[in-house]
């Protein structure tokens, strides 16, 4: 399904997910490495990306890979295996640099293989990330946006009350992310899933045009049904698989759990 | 100076740039490079550094190097030649993720000698930043924050209206930012010199207690100034230096230009 390059990302995402019998994106995190050890860190992602890969329909990066490793070339080898293995690859860089810093960000990621970047919509259009949606589309690539984070601090800043600058009056935080969303076209938006109220009212808004990213099942306390029946499209799981003394095995009963409660 | 571990970063910033009578800080950033000319680009920065560093009292690294040179060993190389050369060096990462994940991005940079992170306050405080101060503290390292980015869109988000949640009222989230700042005893605040009216209702609400970072003079049209004017403590300068046929020249001039206007 990678060669359809004539669809945008969020119709591929729809597309794996339906191929591979799971809404799961694997994050592939672990913990702090000596320096010294990132060859044991490299072939830790690497086996955990082979074993897991049957259960998943994208593996995402963080920084707890690109700086121990560097990107070149060892996370785009990680990217090009799982492109091998019929995963998308997400870059979960929180982009919020100012545009000329973004497009050099993305310029990199996106010639690492990344299918999509992760950007905090909280920087803003202008000479902010107009110029990785830009590119984006130019190259066929996708842009996630952070709509609710899933840590108790994301009150501070997401769930905060802004005075709406089109039509006045007060509004969460969240809700005019989610309407840039819709009004930027983004490929997807990020909501924890240990918030599924904020789930429900950021799909209200998105009306099923943006698909939802929702992180913070398992280690951060996030359920799975609750997350789902609010309206997430895809669930990000990270240390339960990854952290797990078999990740294959986790995958697969994280996989069969949500496919009995979600019909892809 | 930079035996001085007793200091908080800080400090060390303050003595450093009186001993080198300069208050600027050498944002080290380049255009992107193919990944095949890495090598070129590392010899260029490690170049510039060599040539610009007696005009400076920091250097900021930011992704335009990290993503494609990777921090092990190349980035920790600069930070170590940085420090050979008197300089301290802070990483502009804008961190803005989950408290784990912040833990993670800032044992990387700690691990490559980084002297300060830059973050994004809009993570808050629980499960956000926490973990960053906390290890900052502890290693004698600093924490400079986000209040009023350079460009124009900052407007959108860093320029919005909130509701004051202690005080109630309406607020500017720079204002409220320049609050945390104080709360959670950061180390400096980044606000454009491109919005010198920013910089002076923070200076107002910081009142000396914590240093404000300006970036965007030169090529993103802030005038030095009307940032010192306006209550900037350092001046950070990336392209009117880096992409400079004189990056000494153009170094030297700037801080004579500032020094002409500010006591240190």
Redesign the interface.
């Given at each position: 399904m990678l060669e359809a390059s004539e669809l945008n990302f969020k119709d591929k995402m729809a597309e794996n997910a339906k191929a591979k019998g799971s809404n799961i994106v694997l994050a592939l995190?672990f913990?702090?490495e000596?320096?010294e050890n990132?060859g044991i860190l490299y072939r830790r992602a690497e086996r955990v990306l082979e074993a897991v890969h049957p259960h998943v329909c994208a593996v995402k990066i963080?920084?707890?890979l690109?700086?121990?490793?560097?990107?070149?070339p060892s996370v785009?080898n990680l990217v090009d295996l799982a492109h091998d293995r019929g995963l998308l690859a997400i870059m979960?860089c929180?982009v919020?640099?100012?545009?000329s810093?973004n497009?050099?960000?993305a310029?990199?990621?996106f010639?690492?293989g990344f299918d999509a970047l992760i950007a905090?919509?909280?920087?803003?259009?202008?000479?902010?990330?107009?110029p990785i949606f830009e590119t984006a589309r130019k190259l066929g690539r996708g842009v996630i946006l952070l709509v609710y984070?899933?840590?108790?601090?994301?009150?501070?800043?997401?769930g905060?009350?802004?005075?709406d600058?089109e039509f006045g009056g007060?509004i969460p935080?969240y809700l005019l992310f989610a309407r840039k969303a819709l009004k930027w076209n983004a490929d997807g938006v990020v909501v924890g899933a240990t918030y599924p109220e904020r789930i429900r009212e950021v799909s209200n808004v998105l009306n099923g045009r943006v698909p939802i990213y929702s992180p913070g099942v398992g280690v951060?306390g996030g359920d799975i049904k609750s997350a789902l029946e609010s309206g997430a499209t895809y669930l990000i799981v990270g240390r339960a698989i990854t952290l797990s003394d078999n990740p294959a095995e986790s995958a697969e009963r994280i996989k069969r759990a949500v496919n009995a409660m979600v019909k892809l």
């Open positions: 995190d913990p702090y000596k320096p990132r963080n920084h707890h690109v700086l121990p490793l560097g990107i070149f785009k979960d929180k919020n640099d100012v545009g810093t497009q050099v960000i310029d990199y990621y010639a690492s905090n919509p909280f920087v803003g259009w202008d000479e902010g990330l107009q984070m899933s840590h108790k601090g994301a009150e501070e800043g997401y905060q009350t802004v005075i600058p007060q935080q951060q």
